[in-house]
C-alpha cells in the first residue's frame, strides 16, 4: 500500500508539473493579435524615409462577426529610414499584437529589387524576423509592392493564402508561374551567389481590364532575375519552360509538336534531370552534363488517327517530343549564361558537392568570380521520353 500511494503521488505530481510547464502564462487572446498574411516592401518616396512597408492584416473581428466573412483583410502602410523601422511603424498602427506567424507571402517591388543597398538591407531585416516562416513564399513585382497588395485576386481577399493555395495545387506546373521560391531559398542563394531566380508577380494592363471590373487582376508569370543583389532583367514565362525541366518536376506540364495538319499533346506524369559534371569540355573546359527522363501520354490528338498506336510513329513521337524539351532547356541555358551572366540553376553549389576538385579549380580560373566561371561553362543536354499510353478515348 505504501508503494502504490507513492506512486499514485508521482503521478499527481508529474502531472501538476505538466501543467504549470505547458500553460501558456503570455498568450494573447485571437482577438488580440494582428496576423498579418503577406508583406509587400517598396522603396519610400517621402523624404528622409528609404522603405515603405505594405501589410495585408487579416481582419479577425470580420471573420467572427454576423456571417463571419474568412477572406476580409485590411491594409497598412509605413515608411521609415530602416525596414525594420518601417515595419515598426506599422505595429504602432494597430493596437492588437502583429503577428508573422501566418504571414504566406512577401512581396518585392522593382524599387528594392534596383538598389542593391536596400535589397541587402531587407534580406538581413527579414531574416532576422524568426516570426516569420522562413518557408514563406518570396514573390517579385515590376510594379510597387504596395499596389499588389492593395489589389485582390478574384474569389479570394487575401493575397497571401491565394499564392499558397495556387503554389499547393496540382496545375501549378502548368499555369503560369514555372517557379516557386521562399524566404530560405532566397537567402541562400544570395548568399551563395549573389544571384536568384524570383517568381514575378504582377498587374493586369489597365487596357485588359473588363468593363466591370473596378481593379486590375493578379497575374503571375515569369520571373525576375538578381544579378550582385541588384535587378538584372525579367524573363518571360514562354521563355521559362527549360528551366522547370533542370529544376523540378515538371508533372503537369504539356509539350505540344505539330504532327502535319494539327498538333499532338504530350502530357508529363513525371520528369527528372540529373546533372553531371566533368573537364572534358571544348578547351578542357568544364563540362555539365543535363540528363532528362519525362514519361506521360498522349493528351490531344486527331480523333479516331490509329497510327498513334503504331511502334515506329511513336518512337518518332518520343523522338520529336525529346527534341522539343532539348531546345527548350538551350534555350534556357543561353539567356541565362549568355545574355544575363546568371547562374540561376544553383550550380555552384551542385557542383561543390559533386566534384569539389573542379569546383575550386573553376574558382581559381576565374578568380573567384563563380559567374563569371559560370558563364564559360559547357553545356550538353540529353532528353529522352516515354510515352506511357496515348490516353484514353470517351
Known amino acids: 500500500m505504501r508503494g502504490y500511494s507513492f506512486t499514485i503521488k508521482f503521478v499527481i505530481a508529474g502531472a501538476l508539473l505538466f501543467a504549470l510547464l505547458s500553460f501558456n502564462w503570455d498568450r494573447t487572446e485571437l ?56 515595419m515598426g ?13 501566418h504571414t504566406k507571402a512577401i512581396v518585392l517591388g522593382e524599387s528594392i529589387l534596383s538598389d542593391e543597398a536596400l535589397l541587402r538591407e ?10 516569420i516562416n522562413i518557408k514563406c513564399i518570396v514573390m517579385a513585382t515590376d510594379k510597387a509592392a504596395k499596389d499588389v497588395l492593395e489589389a485582390k485576386p478574384r474569389e479570394q481577399n487575401l493575397l497571401g493564402v491565394y499564392l499558397s493555395g495556387f503554389y499547393n495545387s496540382n496545375n501549378a506546373n502548368a499555369a503560369a508561374a514555372v517557379v516557386k521560391l521562399d524566404l530560405e531559398g532566397l537567402t541562400e542563394s544570395l548568399r551563395s551567389t549573389g ?30 532575375v538578381l544579378r550582385d543583389f541588384t535587378l538584372a532583367d525579367y524573363v518571360p514565362n514562354e521563355d521559362m519552360a527549360g528551366f522547370l525541366w533542370i529544376m523540378a518536376d515538371a508533372a503537369g506540364s504539356q509539350v505540344a509538336v505539330d504532327a502535319g495538319g494539327g498538333h499532338i499533346t504530350f502530357l508529363v506524369h513525371k520528369s527528372k534531370a540529373t546533372l553531371d559534371f566533368d573537364s572534358n569540355g571544348p578547351g578542357g573546359r568544364a563540362h555539365c552534363r543535363v540528363k532528362l527522363r519525362a514519361e506521360g501520354a498522349i493528351e490531344g490528338a486527331r480523333f479516331m488517327e490509329d497510327y498513334l498506336y503504331d511502334t515506329e510513329t511513336m518512337r518518332q513521337l518520343q523522338n520529336r517530343f525529346a527534341d522539343k524539351i532539348h531546345d527548350e532547356i538551350y534555350d534556357i541555358l543561353r539567356i541565362f549564361q549568355q545574355d544575363l551572366g546568371v547562374d540561376g540553376f544553383g550550380l555552384k553549389e551542385r557542383l561543390r558537392k559533386k566534384n569539389r576538385r573542379l569546383h575550386e579549380r573553376c574558382l581559381d580560373e576565374a578568380h573567384g568570380d563563380w559567374q563569371a566561371a559560370f558563364e564559360n561553362m559547357a553545356f550538353a543536354v540529353d532528353a529522352d521520353v516515354i510515352i506511357r499510353n ?5
Open 31 to 86: 482577438e488580440g493579435r494582428a496576423f498579418v498574411v503577406a508583406i509587400g516592401i517598396d522603396a519610400s518616396q517621402e523624404e528622409g524615409e528609404r522603405f515603405e512597408v505594405s501589410m495585408s492584416i487579416a481582419d479577425v473581428a470580420a471573420m467572427e462577426g454576423e456571417g463571419g466573412d474568412a477572406d476580409v483583410a485590411v491594409l497598412r502602410v509605413a515608411c521609415g529610414e530602416s525596414a525594420a523601422r518601417a
Open 89 to 101: 511603424q506599422v505595429d504602432a498602427q494597430i493596437s492588437d499584437k502583429v503577428y508573422y506567424g
Open 122 to 131: 531587407v534580406i538581413d531585416t527579414l531574416s532576422r524576423k524568426n516570426e
Open 195 to 224: 544571384s536568384a531566380v524570383i517568381p514575378k508577380i504582377t498587374l493586369e494592363e489597365e487596357d485588359d481590364k473588363g468593363e466591370d471590373e473596378s481593379q486590375p487582376e493578379i497575374i503571375i508569370s515569369g520571373v525576375a
Open 390 to 394: 496515348t490516353g484514353p478515348v470517351k
